[in-house]
């Protein structure tokens, strides 16, 4: 009876920690058009079209002035595609250089 207890006491020890690990799955990303994006000195508001859904993206910060933010509308007339994956209410969006950037969601629809 106290070798099995000790040997359950022994896996829960082993398991417990990696437990997250485990449990983590690979991200899905998936690809975005900009449609358009607006700058101001605290956030970026970014509008996108991935599949069957559109999305308002806000990115936010502390630190005073533009050079915080991704910048995704290089050229007003093209529409470029980003890599993000979504983490909750958070869309990670990954820049040109492979750096993450996290927006809050503001707004989705389906498009019909």
Do not use: C
């Not at 990696?18 to 449609?35: G, N, S, Y």
């Not at 308002?56 to 050229?75: A, I, K, M, N, Y």
């Amino acid at each position: 009876m106290r070798r099995g207890l000790v040997q359950a006491v022994l896996l829960l020890l082993v398991q417990t920690p990696l437990a997250p690990v485990l449990a983590e799955q690979p991200q899905q990303w998936e690809t975005a058009t900009v449609l358009s994006q607006k700058l101001t000195s605290d956030s970026s508001t970014v509008f996108v079209i991935a599949g069957a859904h559109s999305y308002v993206w806000q990115e936010s910060t502390r630190s005073p002035g533009l050079d915080h933010f991704v910048v995704l509308v290089h050229d007003q007339t093209v529409h470029d595609q980003v890599k993000f994956y979504r983490d909750g209410q958070r869309f990670v969006v990954l820049d040109d250089q492979g750096k993450k950037h996290t927006f809050r969601l503001i707004r989705a629809a389906t498009n019909e």
